[in-house]
């Protein structure tokens, strides 16, 4: 009788859990309802929510870049007066022939007498919504024509692919100085192994960095796993993350990051090249008047031994109703390259 009623019990928690499992996953195919799981640093929100999105593949999402198998998803090379900014589709794009934002095109030899500077950073290096004549750097060259301004930055990129990045092309140019643009937004991003699309990510294992999720799978391929994978699982791991604190996550966050741009500035000193540092403040960012460093620009500052600069005050100082939703605009951004122009003069 004893064994009867287990076998029982059994039997109606598992179909309580079917049933539960049959729900959620009719009720993950809207959108709206992954959107209420949002969770920055858990790559299964990410990946529901690239499901519940039908995208089949990577360019249904990276509508300028194309699959890497070291770091994702890289720029693509040679677009040629592209309009794709999907909030601003009349803004031009244009890539050189190794994948670089703007026309010019750079040797990885050197040019005698020629300044050298390359700039690594996300979306917002790149210049998200904004045309190529429009972003910082390009303000920044026609300030200093004679110098090589190069632009590393990519929509999405976390400090594990900037560093892959560096260490794939950036050397290669032997840039006499490289500048990382930290922003605040990319600390999680490096606890992913999924995002926008699968992605590389670094694991810290006794004080060292150990390359995970190498070579990167296709979207296609995560994606047809998908139907097999538990949702109730995925759920329990985003309340997971919800109880774990918002603070213990953060300290992770920035745990990993310190690892990652530690190794970022070995790498360019090896170059040899000066690394160079400067925090990028956006959103709400744009509007925090405090004479005292935040504490994410703090933590940018106590890094590395490396010149920082902070930009905050720039924006302050200009007076300019700034915009502190989604990315800047090209007021924005000829605010920042007037501060940068330090790094030339």
């Known amino acids: 009788m004893l064994t009867r009623r287990r076998i029982f019990v059994f039997f109606y928690l598992l179909s309580v859990l079917g049933f539960f499992e049959l729900c959620l996953r009719v009720a993950l ?18 990946r529901l929510w690239f499901a519940a999105r039908k995208r089949p593949d990577e360019k249904a999402v990276f509508y300028c870049h194309e699959y890497s198998p070291t770091r994702g998803w890289v720029v693509s090379p040679n677009l040629r007066d592209i309009h794709c900014m999907p909030t601003q589709p ?39 919504e904004v045309s190529d004549d429009e972003t910082y750097l390009a303000y920044l060259n026609q300030q200093f024509p004679q110098a090589e301004i190069m632009n590393f930055g990519v929509r999405g990129y976390g ?59 296709r979207t296609q391929e995560v994606m047809a796993q998908e139907p097999y994978r538990l949702k109730t699982l995925d759920l329990l791991s985003l309340i997971a993350t919800r109880l774990q604190g918002a603070a213990e996550r953060q300290e992770q966050s920035e745990q990993l990051a310190r690892a990652i741009i530690q190794q970022f500035d070995r790498t360019v000193r090896s170059i040899p090249a000066e690394p160079v540092y400067f925090y990028m403040p956006v959103l709400e960012e744009l509007k925090d ?51 940068l122009s330090v790094l030339l003069k």
């Open 159 to 217: 400090y594990d692919q900037m560093l892959l990045y560096l260490q794939e092309e950036g050397v290669k140019y032997r840039p006499d100085m490289v500048v990382l643009a930290f922003n605040r937004l990319d600390l999680s991003r490096n606890r992913l192994d999924f995002r926008d699309a699968p992605k590389p990510r670094f694991l810290l294992k006794n004080g060292n960095l150990v390359l995970d999720n190498t070579p990167v799978p």
């Open 289 to 339: 008047v405090s004479p005292q460093l935040t504490r994410q620009e703090a933590f940018l500052q106590g890094l590395t031994q490396s010149r920082c600069l902070q930009l905050r005050p720039a924006f302050l100082k200009s007076g300019l109703k700034l915009v502190t939703e989604g990315h800047w605009s090209p007021q924005e951004h000829r605010i920042a390259s007037q501060a």
């Open 29 to 46: 195919h809207n959108e709206q309802f992954v959107l209420k799981l949002y969770s920055d640093d858990n790559e299964r929100f990410w």
């Open 90 to 128: 009349d803004k031009i794009l244009n890539t050189n022939a190794h994948g670089l934002r703007g026309l010019r095109e750079f040797d990885y030899s050197r040019k005698a007498g020629v300044r050298r500077i390359a700039f690594f950073g996300d979306s917002f290096t790149f210049g998200e």
